[in-house]
């Protein structure tokens, strides 16, 4: 195969064409079905010659699907995806990689730029003259098709590189992975890797002298390590240490979230004895200390002055909300594939498993539970109503039984989906009455969080985080803590009409390319608790003939779309049904403006086009 590239082809990756073996300049005919002949004439190498085989030494079918994939996912055969890795468990990565016979032209930066001399070592550079590269199946985040791509790999010269580490500067390298799992990781997942580290300590060694790498200096290493990292963050460039050319922050950061990443690194930075001193992973803060010769003192949160106090709040906070927000977007995404019949005996095993777990599994384990029930009982109640809606049967007790007990999930989510079943049943005054409640919890001291991806939306003011540090964290997220309100498709006749729309938000071929295993949630009627609360308001208003009371929801509905500081989490849905109040009203222009603004937010997989277009059939 020769590894080429054209016009197209970002740095560090390559194309693969097929020769015959009796003249190299030959192109052969496909040799396996995933081979690809471009509009040239050329055969291309794709990476589903890997990931559409069974493995023999692992033993499993591997999707083609899943060569797609964003991080860490399972297939329907068991396979574990890391980025190219395709692996049966968690504690390997296994990667198909083709060697090739020359390091390419990127590579010479590594044996020719300026270096004060002391590493690499001399050896090392004739190994890594020597040493074997690879094509490994993976192809860049900025070109489309992925598939046909394969990236360079000098994974065996980077080996040694760090094989020739002392051990301080092993040393400062852990530490510098452990402060990203525990401090980083939380809110900007992998996005900032290991490899960046990896990297940066490279770099650091190369260009600093050896004697700063000892044992009592070990603190100021990593000081040292942070500020390149930052250095590099400011230029919005992060190159490779063996390959010219690359930025390893491509596909990785928006320039806003790397302002973002440079704020937390800073923080460490000013923070860092005290991050040491919290790293309570394998003992690591402790055994630091150890080699320091001397003991940290963990700060007292009276220690630190307001801005870092609320900064660790909002560190704490991101972990819980983040990941209850995509289970409940996994399980109701589950729910809609089932068949009615089988949907509700699926809820309630899930029910059963989450009980056995509050009654065996651990404190962490029992109080993740105790949220998920909560929110479990509120999707069986929904469920049930649909069901009974659709028969045109009144809703049983059973049903407002599951409601009270899903009422405590979080501050407001569980109720709205509780008025809307209510409004949707055509009980409308017992829903005004839950409305109005849900309307005298809002304030400054609750936090609204949004987990789903591409809507990420954190909204946690001062005075919510100063009660997040001095109050107990299980009432704390029951008292002042909501997420966005989902349904799934069983439970869709517990929704308002013009919202279920929502649901057919994926229409076009190009939608479906925008989506990947994350988006579950594009295909469930998803909506923040405020505008939510706003247009139940309205809505119910008008059926109790109080069409007076429904210019205060409007106007709150359009402060919310319009405040100074912009829309957060499911900002298009807030506006389709703001638009909606407006198409009741009369005001259709007003109604076709705020859908083609919609629009101008997120040109696909928004359901605003399909609103366009009735609108447009109707007038």
């Given at each position: 195969m020769l590894a080429y590239r054209d016009e197209t082809t970002p740095p560090q990756y390559f194309n693969l064409m097929r020769l015959t073996l009796e003249n190299s300049c030959n192109v052969t005919a496909p040799l396996d079905v995933t081979d690809e002949v471009d509009v040239e004439g050329r055969v291309r190498v794709t990476h589903m010659l890997f990931d559409d085989r069974v493995d023999a030494s692992m033993g499993h079918h591997i999707k083609q699907t899943t060569i797609q994939s964003h991080g860490p996912q399972v297939s329907h055969?068991?396979?574990?995806?890391?980025?190219?890795?395709?692996?049966?468990?968690?504690?390997?990565?296994?990667?198909?990689?083709?060697?090739?016979?020359?390091?390419?032209?990127?590579?010479?930066?590594?044996?020719?730029?300026?270096?004060?001399?002391?590493?690499?070592?001399?050896?090392?550079?004739q190994y890594a003259r020597r040493c074997r590269a690879f094509l490994i199946p993976q192809g860049s985040p900025d070109s489309n098709p992925r598939y046909l791509q394969w990236r360079f790999s000098t994974s065996l010269?980077?080996?040694?590189?760090?094989?020739?580490?002392?051990?301080?500067?092993?040393?400062?390298?852990?530490?510098?992975?452990?402060?990203?799992?525990?401090?980083?990781?939380?809110?900007?997942?992998?996005?900032?890797?290991?490899?960046?580290?990896?990297?940066?300590?490279?770099?650091?060694?190369?260009?600093?002298?050896?004697?700063?790498?000892?044992?009592?200096?070990?603190?100021n290493c990593v000081k040292y390590c942070l500020n390149t990292l930052l250095r590099l963050i400011k230029l919005r460039r992060?190159?490779?240490?063996?390959?010219?050319?690359?930025?390893?922050?491509?596909?990785?950061?928006?320039?806003?979230?790397?302002?973002?990443?440079?704020?937390?690194?800073?923080?460490?930075?000013?923070?860092?004895?005290?991050?040491?001193?919290?790293?309570?992973?394998?003992m690591f803060g402790s055994r630091i200390q150890d080699l320091l010769g001397y003991r940290l003192v963990p700060l007292s949160v009276d220690d630190f002055c307001c801005s870092n106090e609320l900064e660790i709040a909002r560190a704490i906070m991101y972990t819980i909300p983040s990941g209850l927000s995509n289970i409940i977007s996994n399980l109701s995404y589950y729910y809609s594939t089932i068949d009615k019949k089988k949907v509700t005996g699926a809820v309630k095993m899930h029910l059963r498993f989450l009980q056995a777990v509050q009654t065996t599994g651990s404190e962490q384990e029992r109080e993740i539970a105790s949220l998920i029930i909560s929110y479990l009982y509120g999707t069986l109640a929904s469920i049930e109503a649909s069901f009974s809606i659709s028969a045109g049967d009144p809703i049983t007790q059973y049903v407002y039984e599951l409601y009270k007990l899903s009422l405590d999930a979080d501050l407001m989510s569980a109720k709205l989906k509780y008025a809307s079943m209510l409004y949707c049943s055509g009980q409308f005054s017992e829903a005004a009455s839950i409305l109005t409640n849900c309307e005298g919890l809002l304030g400054s001291a609750v936090a609204h969080y949004c987990g789903c991806l591409g809507r990420e939306w954190y909204g946690e003011s001062d005075v919510y985080l100063q009660k997040e540090l001095h109050t107990n964290k299980e009432k704390l997220k029951k008292k002042n803590f909501t997420t966005c309100v989902k349904f799934s498709k069983h439970e869709v006749l517990c929704v308002p009409e013009h919202l279920r729309c929502e649901m057919d938000r994926t229409q076009t071929q190009e939608d479906q390319k925008q989506r990947n295993m994350?988006?579950?949630?594009?295909?469930?009627?998803?909506?923040?608790?405020?505008?939510?609360?706003?247009?139940?308001?309205?809505?119910?208003y008008r059926q109790i003939g109080r069409p007076g009371r429904t210019y205060v929801p409007v106007a709150n509905l359009e402060a919310y779309a319009f405040k100074p500081e912009g829309m957060f989490g499911h900002c298009e849905t807030a506006t389709h049904v703001l638009a909606h109040t407006m198409e009741l009203d009369n005001r259709i222009d007003n109604a076709r403006c705020l859908y083609e603004q919609s629009l101008s937010i997120f040109a696909t997989n928004n359901v605003a086009i399909l609103h366009l277009m009735r609108l447009y059939n109707t007038t």
């Open positions: 055969g068991g396979i574990i995806v890391h980025g190219p890795s395709r692996s049966w468990t968690e504690k390997f990565d296994f990667i198909h990689a083709l060697p090739c016979e020359t390091l390419p032209q990127e590579c010479e930066i590594l044996f020719t730029r300026p270096r004060l001399g002391h590493y690499p070592k001399p050896e090392t550079l010269i980077e080996r040694q590189l760090v094989f020739d580490f002392t051990e301080v500067q092993h040393l400062t390298f852990l530490l510098l992975k452990m402060m990203r799992k525990t401090y980083i990781k939380p809110r900007f997942k992998d996005n900032l890797s290991t490899f960046h580290l990896k990297t940066v300590t490279l770099f650091v060694v190369e260009s600093h002298s050896p004697d700063i790498w000892r044992k009592d200096n070990i603190v992060c190159p490779h240490f063996t390959t010219d050319g690359v930025n390893l922050f491509t596909g990785k950061f928006k320039r806003v979230e790397l302002e973002q990443l440079k704020t937390v690194i800073e923080d460490i930075r000013s923070q860092l004895m005290w991050c040491i001193a919290n790293l309570d992973m394998d994350d988006n579950k949630w594009m295909d469930l009627v998803v909506i923040d608790c405020v505008p939510f609360l706003y247009y139940l308001q309205y809505l119910v």
